[in-house]
């Protein structure tokens, strides 16, 4: 017999409260999420997965993130209900004025052949192309294409305007005020089925095999008729209240009331214990997507939306749990809350006790279950321990604990903010055992505990291992071992430290969760596996590790994993498989059912509950250009020219976990790029040319969802780029160019003989002044040479007029050497002027002193100048300087260079250029004097046509009395020359 837990003595005694309700985990949609109201009347998803919403104030569509409005101007009411779907994906509803409406791509537009009758008109769509509903006591079948009206008769019967059902090709309806079903096959009438006066059916539903007549009232009897047979069996529906709808999803029939969902097998006997689900909702209908989600519309709660009916919430009168426990030996879940408080639940009974409040409001982070020493540990404000009874509290520490682990012989290490640290619970400051073995050394008591050197810092997790006597800490610094004989290691992989967030010990392995996510497998204090990412789960902490028979649970903030250890396969178990959109806290397992402590309270569902693959579908929901949208995307679009800013809206129609996905788009086959905005694409200022998109939605377990359409587009070139307006652009310019060419080289050829002709006119005509300057120049200075040969002839001075006309006559040769030349070297030319003021200097009786200097930055040698360049200005500065001045008369002649350029300088100290012009004028000469006005006419000749010239400026030399110091003339004369 097993030993009975001291304490669950007083569990029996304990006041038991029974769980108030169990309810499937669901979501809602309501105005906070962007519905228009809370009242809902219908609800449908079409072809392509959108969810139709039909509430009090219109008509919306919801795609898994938002909601888009459809209205109409004339509405004659703004609630809206009906929907049905035709074939080509237009979505029909009414209001409750009777008028009939279906969508475009952006509001609702009337149907002209529907009249309005002031009231509800029953109508369904039949085969996809026709409106079927009753009026005028007749069955209407209107066709949606062509517009035709025919109707469909029953004998001499009547048509109750009440609801009519359309299965496949049969339709259903009522007749002669309800006492009669009669069925249409093909639109021809395939039985009629008399009712008894105790069945009075307000809705029905079919399954091929049975028609369920459902009554307005519940308390009213419900049919099951064999359509085969035409046998009807009653049944009571079990509840009170009034009936909204019925429908048939799968192997259940649920019918939606005032007061919840009901649930059936199909014999119509009642499932979930005749209990309802939602029973404080008005339920309007219930329906079950491509996904194997149920939406559930209701009249005051907005959209609730159950992912799996088998995930359920219990109201345990706290919906913040944040720990649970399964005690296996008294067979009770133990919770903590939020509220400090400690419950039990059992989970065969379904009913809660309360076990301790434990101080003030503070949140329980861990119950540790001492099974060997029979004590529980609950970490909250205070470390408690509870033994035996749990009424009594043992010990009640200030240790802010994290985790615990026991040791033996009354130690437990405890991980802390301090570090590891090890509580004795037999009082013992002497006893230093535990600390020899783990450490080698004794180690202080302080506050009643031992700190482990090496740990200090924030622990997070503590584990022990008895068979091998190892002791295994996680702090701030990394993953730490104590072992017998004191040896403290360090755990790493691949040299990087390991953050754990918790520790498990199964058989001979260790188990590591950490804050990356990853899972290490230690064995012997070797890292064995390393499992790095688990699918659909990366980037998230690991937050608890529990083992229950051969699997690892390994829970993440809001996805909980199990792993077996022999087979190594993993299921992921998350929102997508009706788990809460919440924090999960703890998880523990008791006969086969797994406890979720959520902070939306306690969830359970079976641990062979199978995750349910996701079916989802992408879509381009809208296209707009030029911020206009386009309706009825075709399989080519054409563009104009200037249409090219483009915003294409995608949607990802997975309801069960719509946010996981990411969007990628191509373009021509490039390289996939990520949507930057959300799921709309933003295309601007394309150039025109043909385009192909390609979309795609990863999931966050990495797998792939192609769209559904490739967009294909193709935005038009402008006018001048277009191939026929460049082939005649091309012609045209052609027969311009080829035209100008012709007269243009008619007229380089006439331009050319014209240039020619007068270049070499204007060469002769320059030959020939130059020549005839060189020839007016020479006689004149023949004619002074020779006066004063004269004057030496007279005076009968032989040697000088002997070496006189030795000079002359050197001088004079040069003169003609030169005078066919264009250029000379600057030093022919020093030459020349050198034999010249010689001769001067004799003929004024050597009262001349000239002095002809040559810079050290120039050689004479490799300058060339224009010949007899110089000598004009030296002569007009003797004959009109030098010539009338008594006593000292000096002439410098000096040559440097300036960048580009030989600069000349001719300075003379004589009488200046103003004195000189009054002698001239008070003594008139019929002699012309022409070497100034030779050498001017030959610098314009000679920069005639030039970019670089030569210039010439005159300088006169004044004191400051304003008195005539002689003349300076300057020459520039261009090396390029």
């Known amino acids: 017999m097993k030993q009975v837990h001291p304490y669950l003595l ?93 969508t475009t791509e952006n509001g609702l537009i009337k149907d002209s052949l529907s009249l309005s009758k002031g009231n509800i008109i029953p109508f369904q769509i039949y085969e996809g192309t026709k409106l079927v509903s009753i009026r005028d006591n007749h069955i209407h079948v209107q066709d949606i294409v062509s517009g035709s009206v025919s109707q469909l008769k029953s004998g001499n019967h009547v048509f109750t305007p009440s609801n009519i059902l359309v299965k496949g090709n049969k ?31 307000f809705t029905f539903e079919s399954n091929d095999k049975n028609l369920y007549l459902i009554p307005k009232n519940a308390s009213e009897k419900a049919g099951v008729l064999d359509e085969k047979t035409g046998n009807l069996t009653l049944k009571d529906l079990g509840f009170t209240g009034v009936v909204q709808n019925v429908k048939i999803i799968g192997t259940e029939i649920w019918i939606s009331s005032t007061e919840g969902a009901y649930k059936y097998d199909l014999n119509l006997n009642p499932l979930h214990n005749g209990l309802p689900y939602f029973p404080k909702c008005n339920i309007s209908k219930i329906i079950q997507d491509k996904e194997g989600m149920l939406w559930i519309s209701t009249l005051n709660m907005g959209v609730l939306v159950v992912p799996d009916f088998s995930v359920e919430r219990i109201n345990i009168g706290s919906n913040n749990i944040t720990t649970t426990t399964y005690f296996s030996a008294i067979n009770k879940i133990i919770l903590g809350t939020s509220e400090n408080t400690v419950l039990e639940l059992d989970p065969m009974l379904k009913t809660t006790r309360l076990l301790k409040q434990l101080g003030t409001r503070n949140e329980v982070l861990h119950v540790y279950n001492d099974v060997a020493n029979d004590r529980i540990w609950i970490a909250s404000d205070k470390m408690y321990s509870l033994k035996g009874g749990v009424n009594s509290i ?73 068979v091998n006597n190892t002791l295994y800490g996680a702090n701030y610094k990394g993953l730490f071992s104590w072992t017998k004989g004191g040896k403290q290691t360090k755990i790493t992989y691949r040299n990087e430290s390991i953050f754990a967030s918790d520790l498990l010990l199964k058989g001979s392995k260790v188990f590591v969760g950490t804050y990356s996510g990853k899972l290490y497998i230690l064995e012997d204090g070797k890292i064995i596996k390393v499992i790095d990412n688990f699918k659909g789960l990366t980037g998230l902490s690991i937050t608890k590790l529990r083992q229950f028979g051969d699997d690892i649970w390994i829970l993440f903030e809001n996805s909980l994993v199990r792993y077996n250890i022999y087979t190594e396969k993993y299921t992921i178990y998350s929102a997508t498989d009706g788990l809460p959109n919440a924090e999960i806290k703890d998880v523990s397992v008791a006969d086969g059912v797994i406890y979720l402590a959520t902070r939306e309270g306690l969830v359970t569902f079976n641990e062979r509950k199978k995750t349910i693959g996701q079916q989802p579908t992408l879509l381009i929901e ?7 949208a386009k309706p009825n995307i075709g399989e080519l679009i054409s563009l104009g020219t200037n249409e090219n800013n483009l915003e294409v809206t995608l949607a990802v129609l997975s309801y069960r976990n719509n946010d996981d996905f990411k969007i990628l788009y191509r373009i021509n086959d490039k390289d996939w790029m990520p949507l930057s905005t959300g799921r709309v694409l933003h295309l601007v200022g394309l150039a025109p040319g043909s385009y192909q998109v390609h979309f795609k939605a990863i999931s966050s377990d990495g797998s792939e969802v192609p769209a559904t359409k490739v967009l294909k587009f193709r935005i038009a070139a402008p006018v001048y780029a277009r191939w026929w307006f460049i082939l005649l652009i091309l012609l045209f310019i052609s027969a311009l160019v080829f035209y100008f060419m012709r007269f243009r080289i008619y007229e380089l050829k006439k331009e050319a003989e014209f240039k020619s002709a007068r270049e070499r006119l204007e060469r002769e005509l320059q030959i020939s002044t130059l020549a005839s300057i060189k020839s007016q120049m020479n006689p004149h200075f023949v004619f002074n040479a020779l006066n004063t040969v004269q004057s030496f002839i007279f005076t009968n001075d032989r040697d000088n007029a002997t070496d006189y006309l030795s000079k002359f006559s050197e001088l004079t040769r040069m003169i003609l050497d030169m005078s066919n030349k ?122 005639q046509g030039r970019k670089n010239t030569i210039d010439i400026e005159y300088l006169d030399k004044i004191d400051s009395y304003g008195n005539s110091l002689g003349t300076m003339v300057v020459l520039a004369i261009p090396l390029s020359f």
């Open 622 to 628: 809208d296209f707009a250009v030029n911020h206009i």
């Open 394 to 466: 043992e010990y009640a520490m200030t240790v802010p604990m994290k985790d615990i682990t026991f040791i033996g012989n009354e130690y437990y290490a405890l991980a802390t903010p301090e570090g590891i640290v090890l509580i004795r619970t037999i009082a013992d400051l002497k006893d230093q055992s535990m600390a020899m073995m783990l450490t080698g050394k004794p180690i202080s008591w302080i506050n009643n505990r031992q700190l482990l050197p090496g740990s200090e810092g924030r622990a997070k997790a503590v584990l022990w291992d008895a």
């Open 171 to 201: 339709i259903y309806a009522m007749v002669d005020n309800g006492e009669s079903i009669v069925r249409f096959s093909s639109l021809k009438q395939d039985v009629i089925w008399k009712l008894p006066t105790t069945v009075k059916p």
């Open 822 to 943: 264009e250029k000379i070297t600057l030093s022919e030319e020093i030459k020349g002027l050198t034999l010249y003021l010689d001769l001067e200097k004799r003929r004024f009786e050597d009262t001349i002193e000239y002095n002809i200097i040559v810079n050290e930055n120039i050689n004479p040698d490799m300058v060339q100048i224009p010949s007899m360049l110089i000598q004009p200005y030296v002569e007009n500065a003797i004959k009109h300087g030098l010539l009338h001045k008594r006593g000292d008369r000096k002439l410098r002649i000096e040559f440097l260079r300036e960048e580009n350029a030989v600069i000349a300088f001719i300075d003379d100290n004589g009488i200046g250029r103003k004195k000189s012009q009054e002698l001239k004028a008070m003594k008139p000469s019929s002699h012309k004097s022409f070497a100034s006005e030779a050498n001017s006419k030959r610098l314009q000749l000679l920069n």
């Open 10 to 102: 007083f569990f029996l005694c304990l006041f038991t409260w029974h769980v108030k309700a169990q309810e499937p985990v669901y979501r809602v949609l309501d105005y906070k999420s962007g519905l228009p109201s809370n009242t809902i009347y219908n609800i449908l998803q079409d072809e392509h997965g959108y969810i139709w919403i039909s509430h009090d104030k219109g008509l919306s569509r919801y795609n898994g993130q938002r909601v888009k409005n459809y209205a109409s101007q004339m509405l004659q009411s703004r609630g809206i209900s009906n929907l049905n779907e035709d074939k080509f994906g237009k979505i029909w509803c009414q209001n409750f004025s009777g008028e009939i409406f279906y």
